[in-house]
């Protein structure tokens, strides 16, 4: 199974930050990358696919890059709704992986 | 606007069988353009997918190893849903379990979208 490595697990950050997000994967995945926002006691949300393309409705201040086995996710101009935990999933082989999540919070 | 809606008990006693539905509306659990999954999230064990099923032609299916001797998904058409069954179930499977569309756009990109609410399966006697 390709493993997926995060990090940092835990963020902190204040309104109005930029942070970025990395995701390693144990091999070579191409572009095959999703980026999930989570909040307490809800679903994942997709955020981004194909590493860099946004999921229709999601704000444009979410951005992804990278190709291979490094990713990143990057938020500008943080506000208190993107106060979450974020994961990142393969979907290169089955089985689909993910990451053990970035829970970012407010400083 | 595709949706998904999940259903079934939130709890179920070890040995036993867990099954749990997700109503699909606004696409087809037919599509050509889809499939259809089961993702378990718990503490112990992070966001974990479990298996699929889909139609191209003729229904496939692919799970899981560390659950396929104990997994079925099926699709069923009439009522455009399809279903989890995770038989001899311990304490290790309780988690929460979501349904999850994985979308195959025009130009071969996918995406995992829409997910279900989410349901709290407790494994208990």
């Known amino acids: 199974d390709i493993q997926m490595t995060q990090s940092p697990s835990s963020l902190s950050a204040s309104v109005g930050d930029r942070v970025t997000i990395t995701c390693r994967a144990s091999?070579?995945?191409?572009?095959?990358l999703a980026w999930f926002q989570q909040k307490p006691g809800k679903a994942p949300k997709s955020l981004i696919y194909a590493a860099s393309r946004l999921q229709s409705g999601v704000p444009s201040k979410f951005s992804g890059s990278g190709s291979g086995t490094d990713f990143t996710l990057t938020i500008s101009s943080l506000q208190p709704e993107d106060f979450a935990t974020y994961y990142c999933?393969?979907?290169?082989?089955?089985?689909?992986?993910f990451g053990q999540g970035t829970k970012l919070e407010i400083k | 606007q595709v949706q998904l809606q999940q259903s079934g008990p939130g709890l179920v006693k070890p040995s036993q069988t867990l099954s749990l539905t997700c109503a699909i509306s606004?696409?087809?659990?037919?599509?050509?353009?889809?499939?259809w999954n089961w993702i378990r999230q718990s503490p112990s064990r992070g966001l974990e997918w479990l298996g699929r099923t889909y139609y191209r032609s003729k229904w496939y299916d692919d799970y899981a190893v560390s659950v396929k001797s104990r997994i079925t998904i099926n699709p069923d058409t009439s009522k455009n849903q399809f279903s989890l069954q995770l038989n001899s179930v311990t304490p290790e499977d309780t988690a929460v379990y979501y349904c999850?569309?994985?979308?195959?756009?025009?130009?071969?990109?996918?995406?995992?979208?829409?997910w279900g609410q989410g349901t709290l399966v407790t494994v208990s006697s």
């Open positions: 606004g696409d087809s659990v037919s599509s050509n353009n889809a499939a």
């Open positions: 999933q393969q979907y290169n082989s089955y089985p689909h992986t």
């Open positions: 999850v569309r994985e979308f195959y756009g025009d130009y071969g990109e996918v995406r995992f979208d829409p």
């Open positions: 091999q070579g995945i191409s572009n095959y």
